[in-house]
């Protein structure tokens, strides 16, 4: 499903596994029962561990993802002396140094941690990823952002009409169509008005 939400998912999810070379998860609408949309890339023989020794619980990092928002890499999250054995575990696995970037949108709360074995992430890594992160809850939660106005000119767009019939039937000047249409195309990542419907049509938009 992801892959239908993000634009260039392949690309960007190539591009997590070279900063987080021991692993990565993200999630999005996190729910009692459970993220919405999840992909865990983390060693599988590590979320074998995590799930039979119910390690959630113990998890400073999931924690504080479900109390916070923004970002803080993982040796900034204050622990309790029984969330140690958990940090110990995830050594084993190379999960030594990470980050872990958190955001509510509309009570939904969604989730990308990262780890590297080797090193802290940088401040210009973090913000690139805390950015991407924000754009692709806006494409997975909220449908791209798109205002209701841009929405009505997507549905018309989608029913074959013009420019200049796209403004009659909406009673606003074509140049407003014009502005609509272009910022939807930036909003859905769409290099046409063709790819903008066909990105909203295939995500439910309309």
Not at 161 to 174: C, S
Not at 181 to 200: D, F, H, Y
């Amino acid at each position: 499903m992801l892959h239908d939400l993000i634009p260039n998912f392949g690309d960007e999810i190539a591009e997590l596994h070279r900063l987080a070379p021991s692993g990565w998860i993200m999630g999005f609408n996190l729910t009692y029962q459970g993220p919405e949309h999840l992909y865990n890339a983390y060693p599988e023989e590590w979320r074998d561990i995590y799930q039979e020794r119910n390690y959630f619980f113990a998890d400073p990092i999931a924690r504080w993802t479900v109390e916070n928002e923004g970002w803080i890499r993982w040796s900034d999250v204050r622990k309790r002396p029984e969330d140690m054995a958990f940090m110990h575990a995830a050594q084993q696995f190379r999960l030594n140094f990470g980050v872990a970037i958190s955001r509510k949108t509309d009570l939904k709360r969604s989730f990308l941690t990262l780890s590297h074995p080797r090193r802290e992430f940088t401040d210009d890594e973090i913000v690139t990823l805390s950015t991407k992160f924000n754009l692709w809850t806006d494409l997975v939660l909220n449908r791209a952002s798109l205002t209701g106005a841009e929405l009505a000119v997507l549905e018309c767009l989608r029913d074959g009409l013009a420019q200049g019939a796209i403004a009659a039937k909406l009673g606003i000047a074509e140049a407003t169509v014009k502005q609509r249409a272009q910022k939807a195309c930036t909003k859905l990542g769409a290099k046409t008005r063709t790819q903008a419907v066909a990105i909203a049509v295939a995500r439910n938009y309309l």
